[in-house]
């Protein structure tokens, strides 16, 4: 007989899964820096930073680059690519505003503004926003919001799903990765679609350190 040691099973299993996160984790965020916001975008940021007037083209263009970087971003990872395009295509056309609004409830509950423009900037954008004018300070994804020339109403609309998903642990990184993955993989009744699912519900579990205190939190922005 072979004495089989279950929690040992029970490690391996877990570092392979700790070294897949940190893979596609590490894919993901290299992929979203491999688009810049480009020259004209950061000089109408900068522009609002320092007079604090928000324009609809700046606001069009940003969500604009954000799905253009999320779409370059989820076409790219191991688990799309082992679909068939069929359920790639069906995926991405039902999941991608999901995964867009999940862009900016993460940047909204980040803890400094640094955190914010890292996760936003790519190196080149950075260069820009280094080359400010002396005196302008960076402005959060929050102080831009408040500013969007919408009436009242339709701000409102548009960024109280955010009041409903203000937490600590939504500004985590790694978080938010995990999430990213849950919001998109979903929707559509597939085996491996559903497994895919399911293998990050498990790692976002094993990361959420106070379980009971954020479960609810988390489920709310992912289901």
Excluded at 69 to 96: A, T, W, Y
Excluded at 106 to 123: E, R
């Amino acid at each position: 007989l072979i004495s089989v040691n279950i929690d040992g099973f029970g490690n391996i299993f877990t570092q392979e899964e700790d070294n897949y996160f940190e893979k596609s984790y590490d894919d993901f965020h290299n992929k979203w820096r491999e688009i810049s916001l480009g020259e004209k975008v950061m000089s109408d940021y900068l522009k609002f930073c320092e007079t604090r007037i928000m324009s609809m083209e700046l606001f069009h263009t940003i969500e604009d680059q954000f799905r253009e970087r999320m779409l370059n971003v989820l076409c790219s990872v191991e688990d799309m690519v082992s679909l068939e395009v069929p359920k790639q295509l069906s995926i991405l056309r039902s999941n991608i505003t999901e995964a867009l609004m999940l862009v900016r409830v993460h940047a909204f509950n980040m803890n400094s503004l640094d955190d914010m423009l890292d996760f936003i900037f790519t190196v080149r954008d950075w260069e820009q926003f280094r080359a400010r004018k002396n005196g302008v300070e960076g402005a959060t994804m929050s102080e831009m919001a408040s500013c969007i020339p919408f009436p009242d109403v339709e701000k409102r609309t548009l960024y109280s799903p955010l009041s409903f998903c203000a937490h600590p642990i939504l500004g985590d990184r790694m978080v938010f990765t995990l999430m990213l993955m849950l919001v998109v993989y979903k929707g559509i009744e597939d085996p491996l679609v559903n497994r895919i699912n399911a293998q990050y519900w498990t790692m976002l579990r094993r990361r959420l350190t106070k379980p009971s205190e954020t479960s609810s939190v988390v489920e709310c922005c992912v289901q």
